[in-house]
Antibody, heavy 131, light 107 residues
Framework: QVQLVESGGGVVQPGRSLRLSCAAS????????MHWVRQAPGKGLQWVAV????????FYAHSVKGRFTISRDNSKNTLFLQMNSLTAEDTAVYYC????????????????????????WGPGTTVTVSS | DIQMTQSPSSLSASVGDRVTITCQAS??????LSWYQQKVGEAPKLLIH???NLETGVPSRFSGSGSGTHFTLTISSLQPEDIATYYC?????????FGQGTKVEIK
């Protein structure tokens, strides 16, 4: 069964750190780019970060760049999000999600992928930043 | 960053009604557009990818169309189980961006 399960959420004081994990199962984890997406209470979805399948590239939303670090351990089928210098604005449910991609016979050769949706999501883990 | 603008932000319709949600991208994203359904207390669920391709298992009353900057999600006959918030999202480049969501309710 294809599955993602987040953990590590909780209540933390402003300025402190938290590390989220996302355990993957039922698919070949190392062949997917992985994302973190968050949702503040009563708000919409906000993309947070992505890491390439081999961990070679990482990209962040402007609001978390320099404070959050995404990483993965393909040998343990696990995605991480290290969150530092947390503020109240980081309070949210954090989801991990895998994104599908394909390449054509010519684009594969040059490493160009086309993305077509985040098809598997975890149930989310709640992070509350409060004093 | 590509801005995704959805409308309306909420709607109320009767069972059996045709419902249309629009999503506008701030620049050309070709057809790299996904639609998600999120029910209360649940994670988002991918409904449509590449603007018009229905995910396996998604009821055929859902359809998507559009290309470039203007996209639509249509529910041909609204059912009680379709009560949710719907989001568009561009997969054209980073950062990935979502629309602000459309909350669909039953009248």
């Amino acid at each position: 069964q294809v599955q993602l399960v987040e953990s590590g959420g909780g209540v933390v004081q402003p300025g402190r750190s938290l590390r989220l994990s996302c355990a993957a199962s039922g698919f070949t984890f190392s062949t997917y780019d992985m994302h973190w997406v968050r949702q503040a209470p009563g708000k919409g979805l906000q993309w947070v970060a992505v890491i390439w399948r081999d961990g070679s590239e990482k990209f962040y939303a402007h609001s978390v760049k320099g404070r959050f670090t995404i990483s993965r351990d393909n040998s343990k089928n696990t995605l991480f999000l290290q969150m530092n210098s947390l503020t109240a604005e980081d309070t949210a449910v954090y989801y991990c999600a895998r994104e599908r991609a394909y390449c054509t016979s010519t684009s594969c050769f040059s490493g160009v992928y086309y993305y077509y949706g985040m098809d598997v999501w975890g149930p989310g883990t709640t992070v509350t930043v409060s004093s | 960053d590509i801005q995704m603008t959805q409308s309306p932000s909420s709607l109320s319709a009767s069972v059996g009604d045709r419902v249309t949600i629009t999503c506008q991208a701030s620049e050309d994203i070709n057809n790299y557009l996904s639609w998600y359904q999120q029910k209360v207390g649940e994670a988002p669920k991918l409904l449509i990818h590449d603007a018009s391709n229905l995910e396996t298992g998604v009821p055929s009353r859902f359809s998507g169309s559009g290309s470039g900057t203007h996209f639509t999600l249509t529910i041909s006959s609204l059912q009680p189980e379709d009560i949710a918030t719907y989001y568009c999202q561009q997969c054209h480049n980073l950062p990935r961006t979502f629309g602000q969501g459309t909350k669909v309710e039953i009248k």
